[in-house]
Every structure is written in structure tokens, then in C-alpha cells.
């Protein structure tokens, strides 16, 4: 095979370390571009084969048409949710290839380590400390164990989610779209969730039928006091109506990891910047909520499996007909594939 050349976009110095171990014996000609992939920068994937994006590089019909018209051939995520590519209209022009699982564990964790950090007021105890402030007013928490956790998407995060909670002694419920037979899961209705639910952990990926699933409504039917944690996609919340059910004391607390207008924001330093969004400055300023900016996946053991699964998925796009990692809008659409990934998809 010829060395097939890869730009990849929104490269950041952990990104670079992982991927340049893993193509140590420099098989792929691989060109870190620092900036996002937009319908103004995809013209720097000009000879290349593929490119390698995340998941706030917008993959729109407009960027799938330039890079057609390029020659690129492929589309690899580094990352597990599709939901940043327009996947229907890509089929048949450009196939797309994701990291489907690296480390579920990393994000389960990160949930966890969250809702911890919230519920016993870690985040103000450290700041406090730091400045010799031993005072406990203001820091009472409350234990997990007995409280009840419901948990939506049980696939890979959400079933270690599940797990953890149970080692704390929490009863979990779980909502799925497509619950998992014989699991041991108390699966109950979405009303049912909202309305029993202390904790509600958000782990299903973000579809035209789900966005904004937390709203105005849903806040409406749950506990007062409610935690909400999401480390899945922003959209799932309707941001602004977060804002309101935290004003009226309904939600008692919100770990975020994800927020819906995320891509302008994360991943870079704004610490010398007036932050244009209000909801997303009014949510950082509430002391129940913590934000941490799309980090979940973000240890040295996802690293190692996203940079080594995602140039297996070029490799094996090049070199092969098969592609197991690839996925296309009838692969969405549960079943409806007919290549169930043992030939490419089109
Ligand atoms: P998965 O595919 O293993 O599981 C997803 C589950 O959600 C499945 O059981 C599926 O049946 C269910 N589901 C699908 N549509 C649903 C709906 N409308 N309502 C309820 N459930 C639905 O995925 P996973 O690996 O567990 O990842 C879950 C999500 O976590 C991903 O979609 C992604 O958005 C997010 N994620 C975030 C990070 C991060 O760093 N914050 C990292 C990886 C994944």
C-alpha cells in the first residue's frame, strides 16, 4: 500500500502524542492541522486520502461535497457519536469510519467522579483549602447509598455507569430505546424515570428524536432537587430551560461534561476572553453546577485504544474490503445495512 496521507483536523498536544506513538513506524503521512473542519478549512485536506476529525469538527453536506470533489475517500472519527456528520448524505460519496468503544470506563468514571464532586461540594472544599479556609458552612452533602439513579442509554457507559451506582448501593431504573433482554436492567418508562429518579445520568447518543429531552416538560415531572449528569451530548438538555429549573430550585444540581453549543467553546482557553454565550456564563456561575469541557473519554488508556483503533479503520479501509468500524445511515437505522460491516457499506 502507497502511504496514504491523512490531515487531521483540531490536533491538540494529546491528540499528537497518542497518534504519532501509534504510527511510530511512520506507515500513514499524517499532517496535524490545529484548526476545526469547516467549509473554510477543508481545502488544507487537498491530497490527502482521508481526514481525521472529532466531534466538533462539522462534517455538513457543504464540507462532504468539497472533500468528494478532493478525492478524499474517507472520514475517520476519532471519536464513538456520528451525530457532527451528515451521515445520509455522505453514502455513496464519502464512507465514514468511527471508534465505536476505547474506553468505556473513562467516561462511566468521569460521570461518577462528577456527581461525586457536586453532591459532597468537592469543588468548593478544594478552593477553600487552597486558601486556608477549613470552615464546613455550606458543604453538606448527601449519601448516594439508597438513592435512586436513572439511567438512559444502557449500552457500553451506560451498563459500567450502572455498575459503579450499584457499588454505592444506589437502586438504579433505566430507560432504552431498545432495552437489553435478560440483563438484570429495571427498565421502566421515560415518565416513570423522571418522576422516581434522585440522580439522572444521561448515556444514549444525540438523535433528531431525542434532542433536548430534558426540557421545560421533563423538569417538570421530576423530584425537586433532582442531580442531572450529562456526559453523552449537549443537545440532550435544552440549556436555557436548565437555566430556569436551577433558578426555581427544581434541579438541585447539574454535572454537565457536554453542553449544546460546545463547539465553540471547548477545547480552547478563553480565560482572557469575555465568553459571548450567557447560558452557558450563567451556568458556570451557579455553585451547583460543574463544567468540565468534553473530557470524559479523556485518559491515557483511551487515548492509546482511539488513536490505534482509528489507523486499523484507515488500514483496513485501504488495504481491504472490509470495514468494521464504518457507519452509514442504514447501518443507523439498526439492521438495515446489508453489508452488516463485513463488506464496506456502498
Ligand atoms: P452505546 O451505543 O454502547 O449505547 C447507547 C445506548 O443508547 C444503546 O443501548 C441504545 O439502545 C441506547 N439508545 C439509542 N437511542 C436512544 C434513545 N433515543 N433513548 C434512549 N436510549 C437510546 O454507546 P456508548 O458507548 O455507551 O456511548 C453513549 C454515548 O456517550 C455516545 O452516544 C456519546 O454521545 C457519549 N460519549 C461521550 C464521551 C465523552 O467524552 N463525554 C465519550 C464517548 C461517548
Known sequence: MDKKKIAFFDAKDYDRQSFINSNRDEEFDITYLDTRLTVDTCKLAEGCDAVCVFVN????????????AMGVKLIALRCAGYNNVDIEYAY?????????????YAVAEHAMALLLTSIRRIHKAYIRTKDFNFSLNGLTGFDLHGKTVGVIGTGKIGRIFIDICRGFGMKVIAYDKFPAKDSGIDYVSLDELWEKSDIISLHCPLTDENRHMINADSMDKMKKGVVIINTSRGALIDSEALVEGIKARKIGAACLDVYEEESNVFFHDYSNHIVNDDVLARLISMPNVIVTSHQAFLTNEALTNIADTTLGNVREFFEKDTCPNEVCYKCANIGSCQQTHEKKCF
Not at 57 to 68: A, K, M, P, S, T
Open 57 to 68: 469538527d462539522d462534517v455538513n453536506r457543504e464540507v462532504i461535497d468539497r472533500l468528494y
Open 92 to 104: 455513496g460519496k464519502i464512507h465514514i469510519v468511527r471508534v465505536p468503544a476505547y474506553s468505556p
